[in-house]
């Protein structure tokens, strides 16, 4: 498969898993910083992207890259994990 399809993929998980955004969906865009998701819906996320796409996320630390929910909580302190990183994990098969 090449990136474009599965940058079309991606892009319509996230907008089943999440709804639409007022932006289009492009590679660069931080799952927590631009999309919003983090905390226990960051988990869920995960483990929906994992189940749909086959893609092992046994060593892939929540924790590393989104925050707690609730507030007082910031986006700095976070690896940025990107829409390009969950295409990677497509053709690679793991996310970590």
Known sequence: MNKE???DEVRKFIIEERGRYRFELQDYHSLQSDLGIYGMDASE????????????????????YFRPEGYGYTDEGYSELTIADLIMSLETGVLS
């Not at 996320?45 to 590393?64: A, R």
């Open 5 to 7: 399809k599965h940058l």
């Open 45 to 64: 996320f995960i483990m929906n992207f994992s189940n749909k796409f086959g893609v092992d996320v046994s060593s892939f630390d929540v924790d590393k």
